[in-house]
Each structure stands twice: as structure tokens, then as C-alpha cells.
Nanobody, 123 residues
Framework: QVQLVESGGGLVQAGGSLRLSCTAS????????MAWFRQAPGKEREFVSA????????RYADSVKGRSTISRDIAKNTAYLQMNSLKPEDTAVYYC????????????????WGQGTQVTVSS
């Protein structure tokens, strides 16, 4: 059974940066994609970014494009989301997710989820 564990969330002032990490265990990531989603109170879970495990292809939501970078360390089974120039509207619980196929932007396409990490951006 695959398990995903996120870390790196916290409280930061607007304009600051955070790096989120997601470490996978219990299964193979080969051929799959790992994604970050976020969910703010009262809102639906939304796609943030994703990366394919083999080739490292990436995709970003328009809301974070140019401010965020997703990467992965194959040896550590870990994906990272570097977020810069953070805005109060980035405040949400951030979840990492994994699927065995190429990148998808719909939450329902992912099979495994982490427990989430809170990101709070103060103005």
C-alpha cells in the first residue's frame, strides 16, 4: 500500500516562500505522476502542479505558474513544490497525490493521497 507523507507547510508573510515535500513509500512510482492539490475552507480541492516520475514533465495551474516549481528526487522517492511570492489567496491545505499514469488535473484521477499540510499566508 502506497503511503504519502507531506511536510513543509507553515505560516509565512505575503511575498515569502515555502518548499513542500512529499515522500512516497510502499510502492513504485515508475511510470506515474505525482501532483499537488490544495483546498481552502469552503472551496473545492483544486489542482496546483504535477510532475511525471520518469521524464519529469511538469504542469502548473495558471494561479501558481511563474511562482512555483515542482521537482522530484527519484532516489528519495520525494517530490517538492517550491512556492515563491506567496499571496494570501494561496492559503489552503496542500495535498500530494499519486497515480500510476500520466499527469491529470482532476482530483478523482489520483489513487493515493497524503494527509495534507497547512499553508497560511498572512497579508
Amino acid at each position: 500500500q502506497v503511503q504519502l507523507v507531506e511536510s513543509g507547510g507553515g505560516l509565512v508573510q505575503a511575498g515569502g516562500s515555502l518548499r513542500l515535500s512529499c515522500t512516497a513509500s510502499g510502492g513504485t512510482l515508475r511510470g506515474g505522476a505525482m501532483a499537488w492539490f490544495r483546498q481552502a475552507p469552503g472551496k473545492e480541492r483544486e489542482f496546483v502542479s504535477a510532475i511525471t516520475w520518469n521524464g519529469g514533465s511538469t504542469r502548473y495551474a495558471d494561479s501558481v505558474k511563474g511562482r512555483s516549481t515542482i521537482s522530484r528526487d527519484i532516489a528519495k522517492n520525494t517530490a517538492y513544490l517550491q512556492m515563491n511570492s506567496l499571496k494570501p489567496e494561496d492559503t489552503a491545505v496542500y495535498y500530494c497525490a499519486l497515480r500510476s499514469y500520466s499527469i491529470a488535473v482532476v482530483a478523482g484521477a489520483y489513487d493515493y493521497w497524503g494527509q495534507g499540510t497547512q499553508v497560511t499566508v498572512s497579508s
